[in-house]
């Protein structure tokens, strides 16, 4: 499988990454209700049988029962993983030694001496000072514990100035990790697709299928049957999903060309942007290898136009 560099200079990971927020998450994904340990831990084997050893996590993430699954995961392979993780900003670590403490606990979690990828999971950092955090994450590429640096949810100029702090230090920025999706293509207006080209910062596209919404599974009839935290987002009720629909009928269109899933369609295009990579959750063995079929094939160009047509109004 082809591989794509995070940032510059930095590792090389599968061009899909698994996403594991629903890995012990109890607010949103009611993990323990219709999933468990045993299905995280196909999902995981899952992943490496189909080639995809990327996978992106957080502290904050199941309040670290998601880091602790990918460590006990871990122990069972041989085979090389890279590994993704944040580090929550919170109001009360105001030094830079909160984000060794930080980042000490999330490795003993994953039961690792460095991750590939160690991001800044919002850019609030109250009372700390951006220089301070990222000169405290640039200490850790030099000892050794992180391979590269990454924020999320940062604007342009907040991109931009993480890259400069860090540059001056020798450490370059190496993703920006962003909501990015058919049904959400502001990145491409507001300036942070641009500027991440031009400094040389891959994307990381979390909420790649907006929650589901581009897998086609939801109509405005089941709009009344959700049971997770999907059930007060507007873009799930019946006026949220009516309005969606020339998209998702587009994507089962070209789908049904490429013999491809209107999700598998979705994640493609946002491959063939150039330089992002989607993060796509999954919980089950299924949906890894749903997710897996979005590679191996590419959309043409003029497939790709008439995405960037119907989706238009969501730049």
Not at 107 to 134: C, I, N
């Amino acid at each position: 499988m082809k591989t794509i560099t995070l940032g510059q200079n930095s590792s090389a990971v599968t061009p899909l990454c698994i996403g594991t927020w629903a890995w012990g998450d109890k607010l949103f994904w009611n993990y323990g209700n219709n999933y468990g340990a045993d299905q995280l831990q196909a999902a995981f084997t899952a992943a490496l049988e189909v080639g995809i050893t990327f996978f992106d996590t957080a502290e904050i993430y199941g309040f670290g029962l998601s880091e602790e699954f990918l460590g006990q995961f871990l122990k069972k392979t041989d085979r090389q993983v890279q590994i993704a993780t944040k580090y929550g900003p919170f109001p009360w670590r105001f030094l830079g030694q909160s984000v060794a403490d930080a980042l000490t606990d999330s490795l003993k979690r994953l039961q690792l001496e460095r991750v590939a990828l160690y991001q800044v999971h919002w850019p609030f950092t109250f009372f700390m000072s951006q220089e301070t955090l990222m000169n405290a994450l640039a200490d850790e590429v030099k000892r050794g514990r992180i391979e590269a640096v990454g924020v999320s949810n940062y604007s342009a100029q907040q991109m931009r100035e993480a890259h400069q702090i860090l540059a001056a230090r020798g450490v370059p920025l190496a993703v920006n990790q962003v909501r990015y999706s058919l049904l959400t293509r502001q990145i491409e207006t507001n300036g942070i697709l641009k500027t991440a080209r031009e400094l040389g910062v891959t994307i990381l596209a979390y909420s790649p299928l907006a929650q589901g919404l581009l897998t086609g599974k939801y109509t405005a009839d089941s709009a009344n049957n959700l049971k997770d935290g999907r059930r007060i987002d507007s873009r799930f009720s019946q006026e949220g999903l009516q309005k969606i629909e020339p998209v998702i009928s587009l994507l089962r269109q070209l789908g049904e060309k490429h013999g491809r899933t209107p999700a598998q369609v979705a994640l493609n295009w946002l491959i063939a942007q150039g330089n992002v990579i989607p993060i796509a959750g999954a919980k089950t063995a299924e949906q890894v290898r749903q997710n897996a079929g979005a590679l191996g094939w590419k959309l043409d160009d003029d497939q790709i136009r008439q995405l960037e047509e119907v989706s238009r109004s969501y730049r």
